[in-house]
């Protein structure tokens, strides 16, 4: 049972326009929300996150928008950068604090410079 | 401050046999969790250790296990290693229960059984 889907495997974007990644979630006991990004041999970096009582969060040139309602997020990255090309997973923490993300299965975001 | 480590980076096994992978977390972190990558299933949860106990578990056959020590190290060992073992596996480390970013994740260890 994925609890959290992210139904586009890949993006491509060209430079400089805005990439927008997006995650839908089943699971209404979620409290967290996380973006992770992922390179190729590497662990996942945590990238951003959205408390459940949030609708936006901002972090340079990362926002990430929570609609509880229609129970998704989705991750803008503006403006794109080749640097950015990496998969992105997203990922949700149950209320019960316990330290388990569930997680998509990632999008693969290129950039092309 | 050193990352979440984990030894060893590849490992090649054979059906059959057992396997153990080590994490070391962040200095002070007491919180290691295990994550399973696999290609179109993303990373799933393996357990989460606190304080040397399980407090959670997803949904694995009970090939798999974990343990934590004083030290906050852990290891998580896979027995009658089946082909569909095959995966990245990562360890995330965390001070406690925490929201936000507070997870790191080490760079895995790539499993491979043949």
């Known amino acids: 049972d994925q609890q959290v889907k992210q139904n586009s495997p890949s993006l491509s974007v060209q430079e400089g326009r805005i990439s927008i990644l997006n995650c839908d979630y089943t699971?209404?006991?979620?409290?967290?929300f996380l973006w992770y990004k992922k390179y190729p041999a590497e662990g996942p970096t945590f990238l951003i996150s959205i408390s459940s009582i949030k609708d936006k969060n901002e972090d340079g040139r990362f926002t990430v928008f929570l609609n509880k309602s229609a129970k998704h997020l989705s991750l803008h990255i503006v403006p794109s950068q080749p640097g950015d090309s990496a998969v992105y997973f997203c990922?949700?923490?149950?209320?019960?604090?316990?330290?388990?993300?569930?997680f998509g299965t990632g999008t693969r975001l290129t950039v092309i410079p | 401050k050193a990352g979440v480590t984990q030894t060893p980076r590849y490992l090649i096994k054979t059906r059959g046999q057992q396997v153990t992978l080590s994490c070391s977390p962040i200095?002070?972190?007491?919180?290691v969790s295990w994550y399973q990558q696999t290609p179109g299933q993303g990373l799933q949860f393996l357990f989460e250790?606190?304080?040397?106990?399980?407090?959670n578990k997803g949904n694995f056959p009970g090939r798999f296990s974990g343990r934590q020590f004083s030290n906050s190290r852990s290891e998580m060992n896979v027995s009658t290693l089946e082909l569909g073992d095959s995966a990245l596996y990562l360890c995330a480390s965390s001070p406690g229960p925490t929201g936000g970013g507070g997870y790191t994740f080490g760079s895995g260890t790539r499993l491979t059984v043949v």
């Open positions: 200095s002070g972190h007491r919180s």
């Open positions: 990922a949700g923490r149950d209320q019960t604090g316990a330290n388990n993300l569930f």
């Open positions: 699971n209404s006991m979620f409290d967290y």
């Open positions: 250790y606190f304080s040397e106990t399980q407090r």
